[in-house]
């Protein structure tokens, strides 16, 4: 069965510079999340969007900025990067049903950011 | 608002005893439970959910897990232990309503197997 995808795997950014990471969903999906799981932590919600709106925000900076496009998949854009951004980013989604019921939360493998 | 709560870090256990992982939520409202692994660099690969219906749930890799309102409690099992068990462990809970569904995840368990 087809899977979340995530790309790139691994991204070696320097300090100050950005960085985009996308998101395939699975396909019928219409939500997107993205989750942040720094070293030894665990992941922490940051944003997410339904049927390309923003739905919900969570601990996301004002330096990082997402979006959904037409075909549902993603981008995380992060500008002026910091150390402590070197993370595994993981994206997840799902669909809504008639009721609003949500189905089939899957995770992604994630994008290991490592900022130097 | 939801929270989890993993009471422990680590947890040492030898090759072919039993383990339990402790997961306790605590939330207002109706939630769903996850345990959730990560191997070393690696994503995150869902072992078992409850959603509703029977409270005890059984996994993949012969985990299971018994939801317990009462005790607000959700604590993952096996009753023997292999070396490729050894990984991190997420609690998480969520709505899974159009209004609530991020997850919201414990710290983690660590659990070493030892040879």
């Known amino acids: 069965a087809a899977g979340v995808i995530q790309s790139p795997r691994h991204l070696i950014k320097e300090k100050r510079e950005t960085a985009t990471l996308k998101c395939y969903p699975i396909?019928?999906?219409?939500?997107v999340y993205w989750y942040q799981q720094g070293p030894g932590q665990d992941p922490q919600f940051l944003i997410s969007f339904y049927e390309k709106m923003q739905s919900d925000k969570g601990s996301i900076p004002d330096r990082f900025s997402a979006q959904q496009f037409s075909d549902y998949h993603s981008e995380l854009n992060m500008s002026s990067l910091e150390l402590g951004d070197s993370a595994l980013y993981f994206c997840?989604?799902?669909?809504?049903?008639?009721?609003?019921?949500?189905?089939?939360?899957?995770f992604g493998s994630g994008t290991r950011l490592t900022v130097v | 608002a939801q929270s989890v709560t993993q009471l422990d870090s680590q947890v040492p256990v030898f090759e072919e005893a039993p383990v339990e992982l402790r997961c306790n939520y605590s939330s207002s409202v109706s939630v769903y439970l996850f345990w959730y692994v990560q191997y070393p660099n690696q994503g995150l690969q869902l072992l078992l959910k409850?959603?509703?219906?029977?409270?005890l749930v059984k996994g993949i890799n012969g985990f299971e897990a018994e939801f317990n309102k009462s005790q607000t409690s959700f604590h993952l099992r096996k009753p023997s232990v292999h070396i490729s068990d050894t990984a991190e462990y997420f609690c998480a809970v969520t709505r899974l309503t159009n209004t609530g569904n991020q997850f919201y995840f414990g710290t983690g368990t660590s659990l070493t197997v030892i040879p």
């Open positions: 997840a989604s799902s669909r809504r049903d008639r009721a609003n019921e949500i189905y089939g939360y899957t």
């Open positions: 396909p019928r999906h219409d939500t």
């Open positions: 409850y959603l509703s219906g029977s409270t």
